[in-house]
């Protein structure tokens, strides 16, 4: 899996490359990342990638062409090293996606198809955005962290990357880890239940009697029960989709029921 990413702030990314998880990550192979800059692939003394927007209004926009080339750059890239063979060019096998306001808001599920994916070129934008004429030639997809306005795509580019490489096999220490994420619809999409660790007592707050029990099936139900309860609280539109999904057995109805008869005023 290979992901390139062009943007102006290459050294963004490597605080995240060298920490954690996404070291082992990146490190290993396991997840190939190439950072390129547009600058590099931009004419004149000044390199310049950005202009006045035509019309008038505050702001510079990304201009098109030192991004063309620095895409087209990393095609020929792909290429060489052989990555399109057997699907046609890494010009079409591999999509080109962009961090924009517009975009699909990132989700687990979203994260799953790209963890299994070979992987994409990112395309991070930066001051008042990018030339549309690029973003209609050649962006396949947009993505967004939320309704709200970044400096720039690297932040969500990261979030991307992070979600993507701790799902790759080998990455974690618990390989199981993560199929208790919160918003797994493999499991059923709820959030996650509470955690705790020692001591059993802290700040005279003992650790739920459930949780010590040595019990599997009582510790098994305890945990769905505080899921169910987290989850309709948080995001009861959560538990709708779990229940139109079929997910939901009369036990869960039954601790979903205790859980409105408690948070009734």
């Keep these: 899996m290979r992901f390139d990413v062009i943007t102006l702030f290459p050294e963004l990314f490597a605080p995240f490359l060298e920490a954690g998880i996404n070291r082992r990550a990146f490190s290993s192979g ?11 692939f931009a004419e004149g003394n000044y ?12 702001g510079m926009v990304m201009m098109a062409e030192p991004l063309l080339r620095c895409l087209q ?20 096998s591999v999509p080109v996606v962009l961090f924009s306001p517009i975009g699909e808001v990132l989700r687990h599920g979203t994260v799953e198809r790209w963890s299994q994916s070979r992987g994409a070129i990112l395309v991070c934008g930066r001051y008042e955005g990018i030339d549309q004429r690029f ?4 962006v396949d997809a947009q993505i967004s ?18 979600a993507v490489a701790r799902l790759q096999p080998g990455v974690l220490n618990d390989e199981g880890s993560h199929q208790f994420d919160s918003f797994n619809p493999a499991l059923d999409g709820l959030l996650d239940c509470p955690h705790y660790t020692r001591p059993e007592v802290w700040n005279d707050q003992p650790v739920p009697a459930a949780l010590l029990s040595g019990h599997h099936a009582q510790i098994e139900r305890w945990r769905r029960d505080r899921r169910l309860e987290i989850t309709v609280r948080h995001r009861p539109d959560l538990i709708d989709a779990a229940r139109s999904a079929g997910l939901l057995g009369k036990a869960d109805e039954a601790a979903l029921a205790g859980v409105k008869t408690r948070a009734a005023p």
């Design 135 to 138: 973003i209609d030639s050649y």
């Design 145 to 162: 962290l939320g309704d709200f306005v970044l400096s720039g795509g690297e932040i969500a580019a990261i979030a991307l990357l992070d």
């Design 30 to 40: 396991l997840v190939e990342l190439e950072l390129w800059n547009p600058r590099d």
């Design 73 to 92: 750059a990393i095609r020929d890239d792909r290429d060489d090293r052989g990555e399109g063979e057997g699907e046609g060019s890494a010009s079409t």
């Design 47 to 58: 390199r310049r990638v950005d202009d006045r927007p035509f019309g008038g209004g505050p």
